[in-house]
Structures are given as structure tokens and as C-alpha cells.
């Protein structure tokens, strides 16, 4: 058995290569950031910048366009996925259950601008649905570029992750459980939600907690689909890259991973607060 001192020795060779990354990484271009508008335009304009960039009305509203456009593909990836995953856990052999699954997760090898390229070839001008349209004698109808195809992007790109990880909850659930309450004369339905959504509940907060923050910060498939709909991440790419406006940039920057980060945090504090209950 190590002494004290030698595990504490260690610990520090342990904890030294990932401390040395998140300061590196994270904390040094953090701290950056923060003091980019400072440094660039001097304390006192650098703070007016703060205050004009959170009250301007085209930031705010690229800000509710990705807010809601994340909570509404969270909400709906989170419905989908915990359906599929445990239809898999439940009603598939193994045999096709991994064929399935194989299916499904296919999309995470595709980048977001190749699921931006599919989406447009589905509803876009040239797309499968305005070809469709068109011979039924209507007009051709488009959606790819706006709410409804990143949506649907979004949805897509996300569907894979939370399916796999609901597979793997419903695996875990006991079903003592749930046939002692079927013997106890519980019905389908108070069995579901009685005993398997509150089985599943940790697995939707975390997986719902991972979709939020990648759709707020995804960029390539906004940057495919979002031409009638302005999201953050374009708006932070145009002012750093077509208008050289740096301090607004770093601010934007800030906000969306202050957002995103304040998501996360309360999904962590709901999970610890359920493991705590339990």
C-alpha cells in the first residue's frame, strides 16, 4: 500500500496533464476573451461595448432564434429518441437491435454541413419536396433555409447520441420493478409513468442537457441552412470574419457559452439533486 506522501505524489502526476490542457485551452483563452474588448478599445469603452452588444435588438433576437430553435430540437430529440431507445431495449432481438442502432448513429460520421447539404436536397429550391409540389400543381415549396430546415438539421445531427444513450438506460431499468407494480394491479400507463420515466429521468436531463449546448453552438450546419434565419454562431462568425469587429465577437462568444454553460450547470444540479434523493 502507497504512503501518504507517495499518493499524494501520485495524484499530482495524475491531475499535472489535465490541469496543464485546461489552462491552456480553456482557461488562457477564457480569460482572453473576457479582456479582448478592454484591451482593444480601453476599459471604459470596453465596457460601453458590453452594455450596446446585450442591448442591441439584432443580437437579441439571433440570441432567441437559437435559444428557442435549441429548446425546441432538445424537447423534440428527447421525446424521439427516449421512444426509439426503448422500443430497442425492449422489443428488439440483439441481432437487429445492433443493425438498427448501426442505422441510426450513421449520421455522427457526417460533418453539419453534408447534413446541411442533405436537408437542402430534401426541401430546398432544387429539393425532392419543391419538385413534388411543383407536378401536383401547386407551388414549390422550400423550408430548407430557415427555422424548419435547421430543425430539422439539428434534430438529425442529435437523434443519434440521445438514442444510443436511452438504449443503454433502458437496459439498466429494473423490471422487477415494473412487473411488481403490474402484480400490485398498476395498469400499462401508471407503469410507464410511475416507473419507467422516473427510471429514465437522469438519462433525459443529461442527454437533454448535451443537445441544448450543441445546437446553440452549431456552426456548420447553420452556416449551410440559415440564410432567412440569423443564429448566434453566424452572427459571431460574420463580425469576426466579414467586419474584423473583434470586441463584439469575444462579447457574443461570451454570452452564448454563459448560456450554455448556465444550462449545463442546472442539468448537473438536477441529477445530483435526484442522486441525493435517492
Request: glycine residues 8%; aromatic residues 12%; positive net charge.
Amino acid at each position: 500500500m502507497l504512503q501518504p506522501r507517495r499518493l499524494q505524489y501520485v495524484h499530482i502526476a495524475l491531475l499535472t496533464p489535465v490541469a496543464t490542457l485546461f489552462v491552456a485551452f480553456w482557461l488562457i483563452p477564457a480569460f482572453n476573451l473576457i479582456l479582448l474588448p478592454l484591451s482593444r478599445l480601453g476599459v471604459a469603452e470596453g465596457l460601453a461595448r458590453y452594455a450596446q452588444v446585450v442591448g442591441n435588438a439584432r443580437y437579441l433576437e439571433a440570441l432567441f432564434n437559437t435559444f428557442a430553435l435549441s429548446l425546441g430540437v432538445t424537447l423534440c430529440t428527447i421525446v424521439l429518441s427516449a421512444c426509439v431507445g426503448f422500443y430497442l431495449s425492449r422489443f428488439c432481438s440483439a441481432r437487429h437491435r445492433g443493425w438498427l442502432l448501426a442505422v441510426l448513429t450513421l449520421p455522427l460520421s457526417f460533418p453539419g454541413v453534408i447534413i446541411g447539404f442533405y436537408i437542402i436536397l430534401l426541401g430546398g429550391r432544387q429539393g425532392v419536396i419543391a419538385d413534388l409540389s411543383e407536378l401536383s400543381g401547386g407551388e414549390r415549396i422550400t423550408f430548407a433555409y430557415g427555422f424548419m430546415g435547421l430543425f430539422l438539421g439539428y434534430i438529425y445531427f442529435s437523434l443519434p447520441r440521445a438514442i444510443a444513450s436511452f438504449a443503454a438506460a433502458s437496459d439498466a431499468l429494473d423490471k422487477a420493478l415494473e412487473e411488481a407494480a403490474i402484480t400490485l394491479g398498476a395498469s400499462r400507463w401508471q407503469v410507464l409513468f410511475d416507473v419507467i420515466i422516473p427510471g429514465l429521468r437522469e438519462t433525459a436531463i443529461a442527454s437533454a442537457a448535451i443537445v441544448f449546448a450543441t445546437a446553440m453552438g452549431a456552426f456548420g450546419t447553420a452556416f449551410t441552412l440559415s440564410a432567412k434565419l440569423e443564429v448566434l454562431p453566424i452572427t459571431i462568425y460574420n463580425e469576426f470574419t466579414n467586419y474584423a469587429n473583434f470586441a463584439t465577437a469575444a462579447i457574443l462568444s461570451l454570452l452564448l457559452g454563459a448560456i450554455t454553460w448556465l444550462v449545463l450547470l442546472v442539468a448537473r444540479r438536477m441529477t445530483d439533486a435526484k442522486g441525493a434523493l435517492l
